[in-house]
């Protein structure tokens, strides 16, 4: 019941052509594990999330990504999530026209393979916004249309909390917020995690979030793989000292 990356290598297609991005990354979640990526802009992190999620424009080229043995490159997007992997997004897509209500029930139908039942679902909906902050009248808004950061990150939880798949990828989901939303947004990952069976890929170059969710491990990635990895005190030794020692390791080693 584990999500495993063995020796993961994946390209992404740009206007030049194929450009190598991933080295051979190793990396497994167990569930109930929380896992923080911690490296330098560039290095990769958002690749990895995009590859595992299925993006066209990243191509695994050799390697595995098996999500309770299921291999997941053999698997189109809706099948991943299907099998139980979340992405949010780092930087989520404006929707005109698809209410936040409608992705939402959209979204849950095509997981479970069947409808919610309405009474319950609007019920369940409007206690996962209120958790998140945010009014009942926001389910009636596009999909991230006009939204700031802070909204569009506190919909990306509201969706982890709703479709509550086994394994969630949260690419910089503390990017461009401020304290008070990102407490907000830290304890919706915290009750997702705190059922005790759900795992959590957190990619992050800042050390704040993990002051509100405590990883398990901490991998520190530099040009496309991980260099090291180690407890939470890792991320303690990344705020005094960065990433400079590492990213001259890797080039001495490339």
Not at 48 to 66: D, F, I, N
Not at 82 to 95: I, K
Not at 202 to 225: A, E, M, S
Request: proline share 4%; hydrophobic share 40%; no cysteine.
């Amino acid at each position: 019941m584990s999500l495993v990356i063995n020796d993961l290598h994946v390209d992404v297609l740009t206007e030049d052509g194929p450009k190598q991005i991933l080295k051979g990354v190793n990396l497994t979640i167990n569930p109930g594990e929380v896992h923080a990526i911690m490296g330098p802009n560039g290095s990769g992190k958002s690749t990895l999330a995009y590859a595992m999620a299925g993006h066209p424009k990243y191509q695994m080229t050799s390697g595995s990504v098996t999500l309770d043995g299921k291999e997941l490159n053999e698997l189109s997007v809706d099948e991943r999530a299907r099998a139980g992997l979340f992405l949010a997004m780092q930087y989520p897509v404006e929707v005109p026209g698809v209410s936040v209500s409608n992705f939402l029930r959209t979204a849950k139908t095509a997981i479970d393979g069947e409808a919610p039942k309405v009474r319950t679902w609007v019920k369940e909906v409007n206690q996962a916004m209120g958790a998140l902050g945010l009014d009942s009248s926001f389910s009636g808004r596009s999909l991230n249309e006009g939204f700031s950061g802070g909204e569009k990150k506190r919909a990306e939880i509201v969706q982890l909390q709703l479709l509550n798949p086994k394994y969630a990828i949260l690419d910089e989901t503390d990017s461009g917020l401020d304290i008070d939303a990102l407490r907000v947004v830290a304890d919706g990952v915290n009750r997702y995690t705190g059922q005790g069976d759900r795992g959590v890929l957190l990619i992050t170059h800042y050390t704040r979030i993990l002051n509100y969710i405590k990883p398990d491990f901490v991998h520190v990635y530099v040009d496309g793989r991980v260099v090291t990895e180690g407890g939470p005190e890792l991320a303690a030794k990344l705020e005094e000292t960065g990433y400079d020692a590492y990213i001259a390791a890797a080039r001495a080693n490339a």
